[in-house]
């Protein structure tokens, strides 16, 4: 009861945020046609479901595992199609090699194989460090303060995952730690926000000024 | 953000923010074909591609063999500015 308790907002804070984020990204893409924002959409869009299908997971009955592993199968698509978007790009400055093997040095370590949702939080973990490292790569380039919110926040969610992950081992232990790192990973990519606009930019939504291009 | 390589949306508005330059900012006679391809850094053949685009999407309009912004088009360069913003949050290129 306590866990519903607590799980059940942090879950509802998860998918208000990553669907705000994902409406953001869709009304880019509908006003400028950049497939790096369909893929952003793509990417907050599942995490949302994934967010949702956690909540509902705890309300499943004898169905909660499977559709808590459904959330998270969800919320590793979200990841990939971040870290896809930052695969398509290249820098003129290049992080250090030894830095980008961070995640393969790692992969021996978290790859379990003992339930597919063990599996799906490593494959998580992995992408989400992936995506951290260019993300704070690009910061380096930039010196952008929201850019390293965002890198900041997708390391968060790295780390609830490896926590997550952890629970398996000593169950019950960090599972609520793990939770409450994602959302404040979540809040942490969504205060750059407040100087977008939002307003603005989903007032665009319907009028899809760059149609056809 | 680096400057490797440009993406379809930033060479549009690369060709936008041109025409706009010589729409409203000192020059009223608009942009010639040349003026875009000197600008936007873009081949005759890519140029006149995506100007016939943007012209029958009604961000650009000919004016006696020049091009000028439209009212469409400058509100694309604004939104284009604020969605780049945002994409560069993420270490992304629009």
Sequence with gaps: ?213 | MAAGYRTHVSIIADILFTAKQYSYEGYDSGATVTHLIRKANVPHQRLSSIVSTLTQSGLLYEDSAKYRISEKGIEFLRAYSEFKGFAETFGLRV
Excluded: C
């Design chain 1, 1 to 213: 009861m306590l866990e519903i308790l607590f799980e059940l907002p942090m879950n509802l804070l998860g998918l208000g945020i990553s669907a705000f984020i994902g409406r953001f990204a869709y009304s880019g893409y509908a006003t400028v046609a950049s497939p790096n924002l369909l893929r952003l959409t793509f990417a907050f869009v599942s995490i949302a479901i994934g967010f949702a299908l956690l909540a509902g997971g705890l309300f499943a009955g004898g169905y909660s595992q499977a559709v808590t592993t459904a959330g998270l199968v969800a919320q590793a698509t979200g990841y990939f199609f971040i870290a896809f978007s930052h695969s398509l790009k290249s820098f003129d400055f290049a992080p250090p090699r030894h830095f980008l093997l961070v995640p393969l040095a790692i992969t021996g370590f978290v790859i379990p194989g003992n339930s597919i949702e063990h599996l799906v939080r490593s494959i998580s973990f992995i992408l989400l460090v992936y995506v951290s490292i260019e993300t704070i790569a690009s910061y380096m380039q930039s010196k952008r303060t929201s850019t390293l919110m965002i890198g900041s926040g997708l390391g968060l969610l790295a780390v609830a995952e490896l926590l997550s992950w952890y629970n398996f081992i000593y169950p019950g232990s960090f599972y609520l730690a793990a939770l409450s790192i994602k959302v404040a990973g979540f809040g942490l990519m969504f205060v750059p926000f407040s100087k977008f606009g939002l307003a603005s930019g989903l007032g665009r939504m319907n009028s899809q000024i760059g149609s056809g291009l």
